[in-house]
């Protein structure tokens, strides 16, 4: 490792960096040392350890061992804030700058300047205009940040960080969103930077920047420091491989279990099964271009930012690209979203597990089979034995660790997370699989487990197309290899052509994306060398070894069957669509872990799940004792239709905040509700029969209310719009609404036809408080057995996750916020009821902030992916009951308010601290 050697002494200088996360090392004796006045490059693979070195320096992590030295003093900043006032500033990624004001407030944010008492606008623009005009910047200051160039704002945010006397200044990917006249305007800045003494540290992951802006580089590989040189003095190549860490050689047999099942043995490679031409997708993905056939493993080489998870994402709908063609089975293929290509056959492995694949709050069963969940279903109805067979089968065949499916999918290592999103795409026997990172964070069992299955499911005839930054697995696994650098298809290496140095080479290296072979032929040499085309370069149209050829975009291909089929040893059995089980199916298989020490852990599990319900038994214990007159029918009849209305409100919240939003609309929906219902029976617009009127006035107030809480939903899905400002617009509207329809006057009325549905009794309990239960039972049932309710914890738990699993996002949230206002129009058709008169101005006051605080005493999650019905139900009564308690005991009403405000505080408090996110 090549020390730093100067005349001065250095800037910064970190040395024997330690930090630990749980005990697992982030950085094991690190170091980094930056000259003065120098523009110096910091790199490596992800996990390398980068991120963590830098916030160690700028105080947003405390480092365990180790010294940093800066200006000359040991250095130790508490805070990002204490860093940036000695003289280090960190320009982020993402612009964490203010874009819809102006430059001037973005410049001088935090520090404004004051002139008797009063901002001195003047001195503050002037100021900016000064700062700008060291690195030749000259811009209306009084214009929103919003309003100029990317490059212009990265250049705002760099002013804005030299404005603080910085001596040290961090750029995290500052090209990533930038064309190349503003890389080159950005790199002027930075020498700038430079020529006014100025240190800057720069991150990339694009190898050529380095060279034309950098003097040294670090190399961090695994939370250590492997290389400290001048930038001259090493090549690209260099650069790559001690970012890997591997020499360039040869690897030896065996290193993965690939090699267990030789690509010889597995099928004659037949026409394509997908093509992938000339794809482009915003600025990380240029001109990329991939075919794969049934068959074969088809491995995506690149490094960081090379657009390889970009290019994926599109042949899976997950993202849309700007131009460019795909085939699939011999047809044009353009998915509109993951359901699309779920639909086709395909499934896909996110690389980001937490963010992109799990569903933190679900079970392993839930989430195995999330995308599974239509062909496990009869008319909407999950069949849970045809599930949990399938479910069982894949914790055996893939070694899944868990205590049972029903536990809790955030609970399990990351490698068992990783396993069960595997399994998520092999139980849908799909005919084409991308597995992005598919054996990250997994243990070496496990791993060589996987690598056998994937080759296995090639050798029966599924096309695989595989992302790895482990360069072993790529070689070993892969029929043919795609090298991808900074966006463009640069490489495809085939048999013997398959090896480290070939790979790490077109890394490096620039090339002209390979010939499209519509316009040239197919990309093979001779079948064992690298083709690497420079420009201007023809393709010979030659066939493909063992196999009949790319098919020309004019031909048709024929289809391919489905090519994971029942005879597979691990995806038995097959699901067909219909969801009948195939009956050759064995027995389910019993996972592991399921002794005393897990039955004690579901144990204390179950008693937090019962909480709520444990706290309504002592409160109802209590008063049985204490209250005098508690225990007679009168008082039981008195609470019960108190909590009516809350409850069913409640139900329709439950779903809406259980899917990750909130109804601020459901008062507001009951007052509409309950002003177009005597508008009806009472013949106000149209003379009707009285059993037509009264039929008419129970549906469709409640119909109106449901498609006034889709246009919710709609507002939500449509324009992107955040639910409690979406919902804020009928809260306020919709009250608006039901003035007009009455002219604010009050409806009087009495029709024992119609309110029987609020002051009915049968068998002597009231008529609300069985349709109170009818909907609890029924929505509670919905939520366990059927799709729709496991697709709306999915989407409350983790949106994207769901997307990505087929899942129909937006019809979920629409139907949501419709159910949420239909059981709003059935409260208030009650509420009228019991009352013999409609008051716009009263029904539903307040009613979302009942709703909302029943939901919350009742447990379920305020931040989605959790929904407990009979919580819901139990959190009203307990709010109803405390009310009656200070009530009965002589406390004024207004203290119960108090009192009801703490116990929500209380839910969210408890939790928070049960670890719910």
């Known amino acids: 490792m090549a020390a730093f050697s100067s005349s001065t002494p250095a800037l910064l200088s970190m040395r024997g960096i330690e930090k630990r996360f749980n005990g697992v090392p982030a950085l094991s004796g690190a170091s980094l040392e930056i000259g003065r006045s120098e523009i110096h490059a910091l790199i490596g693979q992800n996990g390398a350890g980068k991120s963590t070195m830098i916030k160690v320096l700028t105080g947003y992590y405390s480092k365990d061992a180790g010294e940093v030295i800066f200006d000359g003093a040991p250095f130790h900043a508490d805070s990002p804030k204490a860093a940036q006032a000695s003289g280090i500033s960190t320009i982020y990624q993402e612009i964490n700058l203010v874009s819809y004001r102006s430059v001037t407030e973005n410049i001088c944010l935090g520090r404004e300047r004051k002139r008797f008492g009063f901002l001195d606008w003047p001195r503050m623009h002037r100021e900016a205009e000064e700062i700008l005009a060291r690195f030749d910047v000259h811009l209306d200051v009084r214009q929103p940040l919003s309003r100029y160039t990317t490059a212009i704002q990265q250049m705002v945010a760099i002013a804005r960080a030299v404005s603080f006397q910085a001596r040290l200044v961090i750029m995290d990917e500052p090209t990533s969103s930038l064309d190349d006249h503003e890389v080159a305007v950005l790199f002027g800045v930075i020498r700038q930077l430079k020529d006014s003494g100025v240190s800057v540290i720069f991150v990339s992951h694009k190898l050529d920047e380095l060279y034309v802006v950098c003097e040294r580089v670090t190399v961090m590989r695994d939370g250590r420091t492997v290389l400290v040189a001048p930038l001259a003095q090493v090549s690209k190549l260099e650069l790559v491989t001690t970012m890997i860490g591997r020499e360039i050689e040869s690897p ?484 608006g609404i039901a003035q007009v329809m009455t002219n604010g006057n009050l409806q009087v009325f009495h029709q024992p036809a119609f309110q029987v549905i609020g002051l009915g009794r049968v068998f002597g309990l009231p008529v609300q408080s069985i349709i109170m239960a009818f909907l609890v039972v029924v929505a509670a049932w919905a939520l366990r057995r059927t799709v729709f309710g496991r697709q709306l914890l999915a989407v409350g738990g983790n949106e994207e996750a769901a997307r990505l699993s087929g899942i129909p996002v937006v019809r979920v949230k629409r139907a949501v916020y419709a159910l949420s206002g239909i059981c709003a129009g059935i409260a208030g058709l009650i509420v009228i009821a019991i009352n013999s008169s409609s008051d716009a101005n009263l029904v539903g006051l307040g009613m979302e902030l009942d709703a909302i605080a029943a939901v919350a005493v009742g447990g379920t999650l305020l931040l989605g992916g959790q929904a407990y019905l009979v919580g819901t139900l139990a959190g009203a009564l307990i709010i109803q009951l405390v009310r009656y308690t200070l009530l009965a005991n002589g406390v004024p009403d207004a203290a119960a308010l108090v009192v009801k405000a703490a116990m929500i505080i209380g839910a969210v408090y408890f939790q928070r601290r049960g670890g719910a996110r």
């Open 252 to 735: 030896s047999a065996g290193q993965t279990a690939f090699h267990e099942i030789a690509p010889a043995h597995r099928r004659q490679k037949e026409k394509a099964l997908l093509e992938v031409q000339h794809l482009a997708v915003g600025r990380r993905v240029t001109d990329c271009s991939f075919d794969v056939h049934p068959g074969e493993i088809v491995g995506l080489a690149g490094l960081l930012g090379s657009g390889r998870t970009e290019s994926v994402r599109t042949v899976f709908g997950a993202d849309r690209p700007d131009s460019g063609r795909m085939r699939y089975q011999g047809k044009s293929f353009a998915p509109q979203s993951p359901a699309a290509a779920i639909g086709a056959g395909i499934g896909f492995c996110s690389e980001d597990r937490k963010l992109e694949g799990i569903v933190p709050e679900m079970s392993v069963r839930e989430n195995l089979t999330l995308a599974l969940l239509p062909r496990l279903a009869r008319s909407g109805v999950v069949n849970e034995e045809q599930q949990r067979q399938v479910v069982n089968q894949f914790i055996e065949r893939i070694r899944i660790k868990c205590a049972s499916p029903d536990q809790r999918i955030r609970e399990l290592s990351g490698g068992n997370q990783q396993k069960v999103l595997l399994a998520r795409w092999l139980c849908l026997s799909p005919r084409l699989l991308i597995l992005d990172e598919p054996t990250r964070g997994i243990d070496v069992g496990a791993k060589a487990e996987i690598q056998g299955l994937i080759g296995k499911l090639a050798a029966e005839g599924l096309g695989v197309l595989m992302i790895s930054s482990e360069i072993e697995e790529i070689v070993e696994g892969s029929d043919r290899v795609f090298v991808l650098r900074e966006g463009r298809t640069v490489a495809e290496l085939e048999k013997e052509a398959i090896t480290e140095d070939a790979i790490m080479a077109a890394m490096a290296e620039p090339a002209e994306p390979p010939t499209h072979p519509d316009e040239a032929g197919p990309l093979t040499g001779d079948g064992a060398t690298a083709v690497v085309l420079p420009p201007g370069s023809p393709a010979q149209d030659q066939p493909r070894p063992g196999g009949n050829g790319a098919g020309h975009a004019g031909e048709s291909v024929q289809e391919t069957p489905a090519t994971a089929t029942a005879t597979s040893t691990i995806i038995q059995p097959v699901v067909p669509r219909s969801g009948v089980a195939d009956e050759s199916a064995g027995p389910a298989v019993q996972p592991a872990g399921t002794g005393t020490s897990a039955r004690k852990s579901y144990r204390l599990e179950f008693l937090k799940r019962q909480a709520t319900l444990t706290a309504l038994l002592v409160l109802i214990l209590f008063n049985f004792l204490f209250t005098p007159h508690f225990a007679t029918w009168e008082t039981l009849y008195v609470n019960l239709t108190q909590v009516c209305t809350i409850v069913i409100v409640g139900v329709g919240m439950t779903l809406v905040i259980g899917s990750g939003g909130i109804d601020l609309s459901v008062g507001s929906l009951m007052a509409i509700a309950g002003s177009l219902a005597p508008i009806i029976f009472l013949g106000k617009l149209v003379p009707l029969p009285v059993w037509c009127g009264v039929g008419l006035a129970f549906i469709v107030p409640v119909l109106v209310a449901g498609a006034l809480g889709w246009f919710n939903g709609w507002l939500i899905t449509r324009f992107k719009i955040q639910p409690i400002v979406a919902t804020l617009v009928l809260f306020i509207a919709g009250r």
